[in-house]
């Protein structure tokens, strides 16, 4: 299974070697602080799309490099999997990198990400500086 692990007693398959690093850390982080269900960002239901690329483009061409079934396959898991979307597909517009960013796991995106998909309003307000203190005079 090399980069797949089943979880003990389900049928749970999670990828171990996803491209998005954040997710790995995020599912660990997880781990260390006893969450039960820490697994559950790194899911993946169709085995078949860790050998897949979704953003392969054929180099000489600039088309999407994948077969009609491929394509198939990464929709119907994103449809029934929306980590796998977040995790492996979505990418952020980002300034200057016309191919964007990957989604970051943390905190703040996954919990509001699981608010969204389990219909709680909800808002975030991040920091945006860590170590900003507030100075008087």
């Not at 797949?4 to 997880?30: C, P």
């Not at 169709?46 to 929709?75: C, F, Y």
């Not at 999997?81 to 990418?91: D, T």
């Amino acid at each position: 299974m090399g980069r797949l692990k089943r979880i003990n007693g389900t049928n749970t398959i999670i990828d171990m070697g996803t491209v998005n690093a954040s997710f790995l850390q995020y599912a660990q982080d997880l781990k260390q602080l006893g969450v039960k269900n820490w697994y559950f960002c790194l899911e993946i239901k169709d085995i078949e799309l860790i050998k897949i690329n979704p953003h392969a483009v054929d180099p000489r061409t600039g088309l999407p490099a994948l077969t009609k079934d491929q394509v198939s396959r990464v929709i119907t898991e994103c449809f029934r999997n929306p980590w796998y979307f977040l995790r492996e597909v979505c990418r952020i517009p980002d300034p200057g990198n016309p191919k964007g960013i990957m989604y970051k796991a943390n905190r703040g995106n996954m919990a509001m990400t699981y608010l969204f998909l389990h219909g709680v309003d909800s808002w975030l307000n991040l920091p945006r500086r860590r170590n900003c203190c507030l100075v008087t005079v």
